[in-house]
């Protein structure tokens, strides 16, 4: 494996796409166990989470459905600043035990302000399961339940995360090269 160009920038193997697939399969293993007759309702945040969505979920071998969202952000009024809004969430939440399926939690603003649209349909139950997880980027406290990797705060491509709209179809996770 070596450097890869993407756009104007150079990026390392990181995390490959065997350590991705086993952590998933962990990931799931615990799901199983932990939602065994829950029939859980997983809530894929598209675009990012695609390919981690999809890998779990295979993965997944109890009862479960599974629906995509996607967020999108909007000024809103002075006192309301930016308003997230969620395209496609029609499935009803009220009393399901609900899993959010996201890529990588950066500040975690996304999941802050999502969330409470969530509570608000009230669930039986609401976690987080996300690949990726940078802890050093928290500006908003999140939570994540299940989580695959704890990563540097640096900027990360492949396996659905994008750089600029390119790399998401990579296999496994690169990482910017920097200076
Ligand atoms: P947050 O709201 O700051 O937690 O950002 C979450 C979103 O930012 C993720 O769902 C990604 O789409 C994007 N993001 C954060 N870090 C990276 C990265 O390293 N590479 C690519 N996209 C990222
Ligand atoms: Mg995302």
Known sequence: M???RVHDKD???????????AKIQGIARQVDKDYADKKPLFVAILNG????????????????EIC???????????????????I????????????????????????SEFLPQLEHQQPASLKIAALLHKPEATVYPISVDYLGFSVPNKFLLGYGLDYDGLGRNIPSIYKLVEG
């Open 88 to 111: 496609g969430l029609d499935t009803d939440m009220h009393g399901r035990h609900v899993i959010i399926l996201e890529d990588i939690v950066d500040t975690g603003k996304t999941l």
């Open 49 to 64: 989470s695609f390919m981690f969505a999809s890998d779990l979920f295979k993965a997944i071998t109890i009862e479960s």
């Open 11 to 21: 990026f390392e193997p990181y995390l490959s796409a065997g350590e991705i697939e």
């Open 68 to 86: 995509f969202i996607k967020l999108a952000s909007y000024k809103g009024t002075k006192s309301t600043g930016q308003v997230i809004t969620a």
């Open 2 to 4: 070596s450097i890869i």
